[in-house]
């Protein structure tokens, strides 16, 4: 869907992604009224997209009859809540459709140069600046509302159970509270509303690149389509891009993707000889090429990304180049040290291309410089992310094993230590002052029959356990305390964990029922049986209530040792950060007295010295520092 | 809706005590609204009650918001007790009376369940911030090791140059 | 040709402007930072800028290296993982160098430019470096930890 202004273009394109089986999202590309929209839609069992549809529908229509006629920031204020009132009405209707809602990001243009942007939800608006990706929108999730009001920190909201539960929607309720901002449009912006299919599956340096690169909105909407599907396309994916006017170049740039990047290609040979008497041949990552292939794989790979690169004024090619070497040697459990060299190989014999350029041209060659600099900046932070990943992957195995060894260590009868549980019960649902309703005489014989019956059936130890012990607690109208007991005991040594806690509570559904049937076939009076499932309702609840509240309070002293360990990380971090302000003050003392120009640029140094002879190890650059008689 | 469902939904000022705790965000509302669809399920041949995520989540949200997991279960149980009452009271069918006490001792199970994993889910959750938070302690303490090494030299080094 | 002095001097008398950027855009840089009072986030960029400026006055790797370590310390506990320090060290150092690049009218700026393009190259380098010790050093943990020993 492309639509064209004088001043501006727009290109959206959706995809059902590669996974689910139906698009829930829906959007507006209206170039005429000035409208755009992306709805992620959600209720499951094809109400997601009657949701999403039905909102894009009542935005549309109300924007169009009112443009002009309100104020702007108010009509769509009123479009979405209205939107939010049309879905919720339809989800009223069909018990189906009940639970329905969509999100909603909104652009409408006020002129060629304001824009409002207004959403609800986790659908998203960016906006592409002189290179640099700002969100313009802050998600409505739980937990991002959480983190704004500082709740909760940012590690606990990356693992929080429900960091995809949305605090706003359009449709769970008729009216919804709008977050609208103005925003001033410049030559050259790029704007893209997306729902949560693209920036789940995609990073957002892959997308700043995209978005950032010269190809019109159009190819800059299907490559995003297609990063989000590469990324696993785990979602529906929506994205609208609107270019505000080409860019207008920067004459150095203009240099760049013309000279500099043909007096880049132009002398590829002598970055080959450079690798190749860096020894990129004798790297263990081209253990299985031969010295010929390795200069075509490595060398010559980087030097056509980096020549596209620099001809588009991108950093895409570089980036997946890098991205590639470093996945295909670290996934295959290669060590750091000689990636670390072959990126050094890499960037001493850009160096010497540079210094080739320099000699014909020097103004040429301080710009070829800086961008390839910048190039291999990218290089890096492509390598960065691969390892960050790596470090996630490790994290994760490193957080299993301690879990389960401190599951292990943790396992014990709730109750032991000090504290006596039963006695001193710390949750309202246990206290002891509640007494408990008697049954009538009639309900004992009920309520024994109901065991025989439904031990008579079978099943496992387990069952026959719960059965016996809801039996009793019905008979007895046990007080809290008892039933606390009866929770304890069935509690036993425990691990903390799902596998352990989830059958106690299944078994006691299965019992529950188990007497229920027992006691709705016998011949007992009705009203004999009901007093009768009122006791084991009682009963069961107790127990219920009992087993959570025991599994609450043994998870307490993790919780205490936790908030130990924190108090701890921030006393030492407050003594980093002061003697940081100590080291940066002597270090701009520092500064004033040291001439580096006297020896030899350490890092600079250390990548022209690079070669087959440099030890493997990483961080051998930081064992070069100038020497002291480089002093003035 | 069935009729039975109806008929419980009507009891929910009496339950939820709407009198004394107003119309908005009523204590105990997700458990009672459970019961309500739950009932309504009962009913209705072309679906199945089967694991109930709207309680999930309403428990859920709560406990993300702060509420401690005592208060949901203490609410739970005003609302089991009210509800006993009321349906002792209101209905006359000794089959219906069954099918809502059946029908709420599931629904308070599963809330007690959800609030359980939830605390095992937390436990989980708190075991991983350990380590994280002990992981950060051994960088932050490598930091000011080097800190320290560096400040020696700079003192030197300005010392040395007279400053 | 300028020396790294005057490159550096040339960088302080773009400070405050570098500065005021960074504080308008510090929510889309560093979440963390977006949410802080403006104050302490100037007072956090400002020690960056700063350091970044005593690096191309004396280009002393090991100062610069033992910031990082710092820097990516600090940071981790503020709950930031590695890629998300190499982005926003990366951004602050873009936003200077199109600071920088937006004065440059000699080839003298243009050092400038070069200059603190390789200041980035070189941050970037360091904390990565960092990031792959650190995760040999987990590895090695990990690996502990399969084996039976203690974490």
Redesign the interface.
């Known amino acids: 869907m492309t639509a064209a202004r004088p001043a501006l273009r727009i290109h959206g394109a959706t995809h059902v992604g590669s996974v689910r089986e139906a698009n829930e999202d829906a959007m507006i590309v209206d170039e005429q009224v000035g409208l755009f929209a992306v709805f992620d839609g959600m209720g499951g069992a094809m109400a997601g997209d009657v949701a999403s549809q039905k909102a894009r529908d009542v935005v549309k229509e109300y924007v169009r009859a009112r443009r002009g006629q309100m104020d702007p920031r108010a009509m769509l204020d009123a479009a979405l809540n209205a939107a939010s009132a049309a879905v919720h009405g339809e989800a009223q209707v069909r ?1 189906d459709r009940r ?1 329905m809602g969509t999100t909603a990001v909104v652009c409408l243009l006020l002129d060629d140069r304001r824009a409002l942007i207004a959403h609800v939800g986790d659908s998203r608006a960016y906006l592409l600046r ?6 313009l929108t802050r998600d409505h999730t ?2 991002a509302e ?3 009001q ?2 909760i ?10 960091r995809s ?1 949305l605090s706003r929607n359009l449709g769970a309720k008729p009216d919804t509270r709008v977050d609208i901002t103005e925003i001033e449009l410049t030559r050259g912006d790029r704007l893209l509303l997306c729902s949560d299919g693209l920036y789940g599956f995609a990073s ?2 892959a997308v700043q690149q995209l978005l950032g690169s010269t190809d019109a909105p159009e190819q800059v909407a299907r490559d995003l389509i297609e990063l989000a599907l590469r990324g696993g396309g785990g979602d529906n994916v929506t994205v609208v891009v609107l270019e505000a006017g080409a860019a207008a170049v ?1 004459r ?1 740039t203009q240099l760049m993707r013309t000279s500099g990047s043909v007096s880049w290609w132009a002398r590829r040979e002598r970055f080959f000889e450079a690798a190749r008497a860096a020894g990129v041949a004798q790297n263990p990552i081209c253990a299985v090429l031969s010295p010929a292939e390795a200069i075509e794989i490595v060398a010559g790979n980087f030097v056509e990304a980096l020549f596209h690169d620099l001809e588009k004024a991108t950093t895409v090619n570089v980036w997946t180049y890098a991205e590639n070497l470093a996945h295909g040697w670290l996934d295959r459990g290669g060590a ?1 040290a000689p990636l ?1 060299l072959i ?1 050094d190989i890499l ?1 001493h014999a850009c160096g010497q291309v540079v210094a080739d350029v320099r000699r014909d041209d ?2 040429l060659a ?2 070829i ?2 961008a390839v ?2 190039e ?2 990218v290089c ?2 492509a ?3 691969v ?2 990943e ?3 992957a ?2 994760a ?3 299993k ?3 389960e ?3 292990a260590s ?1 396992a014990r009868a709730p109750g032991d230590g000090a504290r006596p549980f039963v006695e001193q019960p ?4 246990l206290r002891n002052d509640r007494a408990p309703e008697p049954a009538g005489p009639e309900v004992r014989p009920v309520l024994d029959a109901a065991l025989r019956v439904a031990v008579g059936r079978g099943g496992d130890a387990a069952l026959h356990d719960l059965l016996t012990r809801l039996h009793r607690l019905a008979v007895d109208a046990s007080p809290p305390a008892a039933v606390t007991v009866q929770a304890r005991e069935l509690f036993g040594v425990r691990q ?3 596998r352990a ?2 059958p106690v ?1 299944d078994a ?2 299965r019992a ?2 188990a007497l ?1 049937d027992a ?2 076939a016998g011949t007992a009076p ?2 004999a ?2 007093a009768a ?2 006791q ?3 009963a ?2 107790g127990l ?2 009992s ?3 025991l ?2 309070e ?2 307490q002293p ?2 205490h ?2 908030r130990e ?2 108090r ?2 921030a006393a ?2 407050a ?3 002061k ?6 003050e ?12 006297a020896g030899k ?4 140094q ?1 990548i022209a010295d690079v070669g087959p002879s440099r030890p493997s190890a ?2 051998i ?2 064992r ?3 020497g ?1 008689e480089t ?2 | 809706m069935t009729e039975l469902a109806d008929r419980i939904n009507v009891l929910r000022d009496e339950v939820l005590d709407t009198v004394e705790q107003g119309d908005r965000d009523l204590p105990g509302a997700e458990v009672f609204e459970a019961v309500v669809r739950q009932l309504a399920a009962l009913g209705d041949s072309s679906g199945h009650a089967g694991i109930d995520l709207t309680l999930h989540d309403a428990i859920a949200r709560r406990l993300a918001w702060g509420d401690t997991e005592e208060a949901v279960l203490g609410d739970a149980d005003r609302v089991f007790e009210r509800l006993v009452k009321a349906v002792q009271r209101a209905l006359r069918d000794p089959d219906d009376q069954i099918a809502v006490l059946e029908t709420a001792s599931d629904v308070l199970t599963a809330a007690a369940r959800i609030v359980a994993l939830s605390a095992v889910g937390r436990a989980g959750r708190d075991r991983s911030a350990r380590l994280r938070e002990e992981l950060a302690q051994r960088r932050l303490r490598e930091a000011l090791t080097e800190q320290q090494t560096t400040l020696a030299r700079l003192e030197q080094e300005l010392k040395d140059s007279g400053l | 040709m300028a020396t790294p002095a005057d490159h550096a001097a040339h960088l302080e008398s773009l400070r405050p402007a570098v500065l005021a950027r960074l504080v308008e855009i510090r929510g889309s840089l560093d979440h963390a930072l977006g949410r802080v009072p403006e104050a302490e986030a100037r007072e956090h960029l400002d020690a960056v800028l700063r350091h970044m400026q005593a690096y191309i006055a004396t280009w002393d790797w090991r100062l610069h290296r033992a910031f990082l370590q710092s820097y990516l310390a600090l940071r981790a506990g503020d709950g930031m993982s590695s890629d998300d320090v190499i982005h926003v060290l990366a951004a602050v150092g873009d936003v200077v160098v199109e600071a920088v690049r937006a004065q440059a009218r000699s080839s003298t700026d243009q050092e400038v430019v070069v200059a603190v393009t390789k200041v980035n190259a070189h941050t970037v380098r360091g904390v990565i470096d960092l990031v792959a010790e650190e995760l040999e050093r987990r590895r090695a943990q990990r690996d502990q930890l399969l084996r039976g020993g203690a974490p």
């Open positions: 018990r639970g002189g290179g640099r990706l700002n969100q739980v937990v959480l983190l704004a500082n709740a920190t940012p590690e606990e909201a990356e693992v929080h159970a429900y539960v957002t340096e920067p150095t750091w670390r990126l960037h020097a103004d301080l710009l410089e800086a600099t910048r291999l900046t890096e932070m390598v960065g992310g390892l960050g790596q470090l996630r490790v994290d195995a490193l957080l094993l301690y879990a060894r401190q599951v943790e710390t949750m309202p649902f903390l964990e799902e806690i989830a509570f006691l559904d529950r029922r229920v006691i709705s009705p009203s049986k009901v499932v009122r084991l309702a009682s069961s609840h219920a209530a087993m959570a509240g599994v609450v043994a998870a993790g919780a040792k936790l360990v924190v701890e990380t030492l971090r003594k980093v950060g003697t940081e302000a100590r080291v940066a002597l270090e701009r003392r520092f500064a004033t007295v040291y001439d580096p120009l640029i350490a890092m600079d250390a990483p961080g650059l930081a070069r520092r100038p002291r002093q003035r």
